[in-house]
């Protein structure tokens, strides 16, 4: 088959069975776009700023486990779409991203809207490519989405010059796929996977660390039966949140900077850790010197860099966690005796009712926490819930009933801040008779606020609730701990009218400043099936707690602030 | 952790920005390249780079892990022994004595590799802290220019 390049595009994204592209045109990418308009395989979301449509195709990979994809133009399309990009590598989502280069003939000559684009998005992607003949680019699009979703996932670039999307070449499209130099290992070594086995067995305080290679590699069922058969308590990082189900006895919490304390409590008084496809961040960490300093420690990840490059490690295993977790599953029922851990899940428990995640609830305003509660409490369980970053993210995570895996979806790895609404609207997209609530904060929205108008173009109702602060709430309360409260640039008392805005998009809009007004405006909003902006005044100056400050310790958390 | 010396030849596919993802990860995770050659490998796609760098055992376990990841990675070897060369070429003037410079090129495995009017080029071909000293040896006949051609290695 003699096909453009454009129409290459077009027709590998077919045989992917992709349903919808997130993007943005402009000339380098026109004749792309061209043949955009003449099929019908999939949807196109035109949004309104390339760094949404990246966020919205990566909302839609995380919740659906399947593959993102976004158009953007070469040049400023193409950088505004590196922080998605960045975002995306950063928590390993599986992503292609096609981007228009100026011609071949003109690279080089600094040409309007001519980046160099791969040297750009090297270090913020899984793999790139910049396509320079036609008949490369069919093996270079099959290759950039084996790569995006194989081994440990990640987005890929592929660059694509102007005339090379109008030359004709014959399209083959490879069925099947064999990379002389990329082969990622799935099964766990056998003999390691016995000594993790009969490690654990011989243990006493035994703790899962359970990150996000549980959700990348879908171990969600297995990590629970182990845990079940096993009888060893669970903590969960932010990016695997809903892995376990909060209704699970075995899950302690959340561990890290904002973690509860029984989570954080069985890493320092552990005497084997099972991580279960976490990367070890400095945000959970805490202290390196002091972290898990009476565990062994079995690590299990699809990538061998990720295994020692942190702390040293007792138990490597390199594979895929299902296929590992699923090895584990048979030896572990032989060997291990769960009751034998039963008293070191009696001091846990005990430590979680002396020091349970908690807040003081008010009748004169209203709690941010209060808030998350509250919207688990009204909804059913299948909710999506996406974030964007900063104390109303924390507080979501500690707060709010996960209980499946890839309902949480936010920005762990780079902390994007105006990822959230359009993570929602991909989220929404691919999961349409679900809601999608975006948790919010008063800065946050307001960095991809034009979003809106894609969310009501594209008929994903949304529902956005800022809890509004009038800060940007994680810089102040780093001023208020560490700085003597000299709020520099964090008091954000100006402010648009939230209602107004959300009405003048075409959407619906709530001032929230009760309770009763709060359950009123989530039900009203869901009924409205129409994009929502909810913004609830909270209490200005609540704090997240408890707290490992950077560098601290922990089992040494701040438990409680006192001015 | 002790600062080891490591030689690293790293087996890639000869393509387009390979050597820009290879550099670009030594600059992006902060490890050092002390030097760097490549040359494709002959009757293959592949190119062979020769990497000299150096860290603690953790960060140099670290690189390996990252060389490997780079989908163009087709393989990395850090074996402990190898035969490892580097080349350097050292241009004289004429109007010096040369007195002793045949035995110092003997003695490093030396030739004189061209020569002009005013001057000649002495080349040697050794392991980098034998390539240090002639450098530091030939110091005494006043060179007017030297470069040194990077490490290559081949393991044993
Ligand atoms: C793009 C970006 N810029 C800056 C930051 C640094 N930052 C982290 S949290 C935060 C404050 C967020 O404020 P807001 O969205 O109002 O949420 P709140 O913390 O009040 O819940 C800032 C500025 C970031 N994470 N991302």
Request: with cysteine.
């Amino acid at each position: 088959m003699e096909l453009s390049g454009s129409q290459m595009v077009i027709e590998a994204l077919r045989r992917e069975n992709v349903s919808v592209v997130f993007g943005y045109p402009g000339g380098a990418i026109m004749n792309v776009y061209d043949e955009v308009y003449k099929q019908d395989y999939f949807q196109h979301i035109l949004v309104k700023h390339e760094q949404a449509a990246i966020h919205a195709a990566d909302g839609y990979a995380r919740s659906s486990g399947d593959v993102g994809v976004a158009f953007v133009t070469s040049g400023p399309g193409f950088t505004n779409a590196v922080t998605g990009l960045a975002t995306a590598y950063m928590d390993s989502i599986p992503m292609v991203v096609i981007s228009g280069q100026v011609p071949i003939t003109m690279i080089g000559t600094d040409a309007f809207q001519e980046i160099d684009a791969v040297g750009i998005s090297r270090p913020c992607v899984k793999h790139n490519y910049l396509v320079k003949d036609v008949k490369d680019l069919p093996r270079i699009l099959k290759e950039a989405f084996y790569i995006a979703k194989s081994g440990r996932p990640g987005p890929v670039h592929v660059d694509i010059p102007k005339d090379v999307t109008a030359h004709i070449g014959k399209f083959e499209y490879p069925e099947t796929i064999k990379m002389q130099t990329y082969k990622p290992t799935y099964k766990g070594n056998v003999r390691q996977i016995k000594k993790a086995v009969e490690a654990i067995a011989n243990a006493k305080r035994p703790v899962l660390y359970i990150g996000g290679g549980a959700i990348n590699s879908n171990a969600s069922e297995v990590v629970r039966e182990f845990a079940k058969i096993t009888g060893i308590p669970a903590v969960e990082t932010l990016m695997a949140r809903g892995v376990m189900g909060d209704e699970n006895p075995l899950l302690l919490g959340m561990l890290g900077m904002h973690g509860c304390y029984s989570a954080n409590m069985a890493m320092s008084e552990a005497d084997i850790m099972i991580a279960f496809g976490p990367r070890f961040d400095d945000r959970v960490t805490g202290k390196l010197s002091e972290f898990a300093k009476h565990a062994k420690i079995i690590h299990i990840d699809i990538d061998p860099s990720s295994i020692g490059k942190i702390v040293p490690i007792d138990y490597p295993i390199v594979g895929d966690l299902k296929n590992v977790v699923q090895g584990m599953i048979p030896l572990a029922k032989e060997k291990v005796d769960s009751s034998k851990y039963k008293s070191w899940r009696d001091l846990l428990n005990r430590y979680n009712e002396i020091h349970p995640l908690k807040y003081d609830d008010s009748d004169d305003v209203i709690k941010p926490q209060w808030v998350i509660e509250r919207v688990g409490e009204l909804l059913d369980g299948d909710a999506f819930i996406t974030t964007d970053v900063g104390q109303h993210q924390m507080w979501t995570a500690q707060f709010y009933p996960f209980s499946f895996p890839r309902q949480f979806v936010t920005s762990g790895g780079l902390g994007t801040m105006g990822f959230g609404l359009p993570a929602a609207i991909g989220v929404k997209r691919a999961f349409p008779h679900k809601t999608s609530i975006n948790f919010t904060g008063d800065g946050s929205i307001l960095m991809n606020i034009q979003e809106l108008m894609t969310a009501v173009e594209a008929k994903t109702p949304v529902i956005n609730i800022i809890l509004n602060n009038k800060f940007l709430g994680m810089v102040r309360q780093w001023q208020t701990f560490f700085y003597d409260k000299r709020y520099s640039s964090t008091d954000i008392q100006v402010q648009p009218d939230f209602v107004k805005l959300v009405e003048s998009f075409g959407g619906v809009g709530y001032r929230v400043t009760t309770k009763e007004e709060f359950d009123t405006a989530l039900q009203d909003a869901i009924k409205s099936n129409k994009v929502a902006m909810i913004d609830v005044q909270v209490d200005r100056l609540e704090n997240v707690l408890p707290m490992v400050p950077a560098g601290g310790t922990l089992y040494n958390m701040m438990l409680e602030y006192k001015e | 952790m002790e600062n080891i010396r490591r030689v690293l030849s790293v087996i890639v596919l000869n393509e387009d920005g390979v050597l820009s993802r290879i550099s670009g990860l030594f600059a992006g995770r902060g490890y050092n390249i002390d030097s760097l050659t490549v040359a494709p490998v002959p009757n293959t796609n592949l190119s062979r780079l020769t990497i000299v760098t150096s860290g603690n055992q953790r960060v140099l376990e670290q690189i390996v892990k990252q060389l490997h990841k780079l989908i163009p990675t087709y393989k990395v070897i850090e074996s402990a022994e190898f035969v490892e060369k580097e080349m350097a070429l050292v241009k004289i003037p004429l109007n010096e004595d040369f007195n002793g410079l045949d035995a110092m090129l003997k003695a490093y495995n030396g030739t004189i590799a061209n020569s002009g009017e005013n001057f000649i080029v002495v080349m040697v071909a050794d392991d980098s802290k034998r390539v240090d000293n002639f450098l530091k040896a030939i110091k005494k006949y006043n060179p007017i220019e030297m470069v040194r051609g990077g490490s290559v290695a081949l393991d044993v």
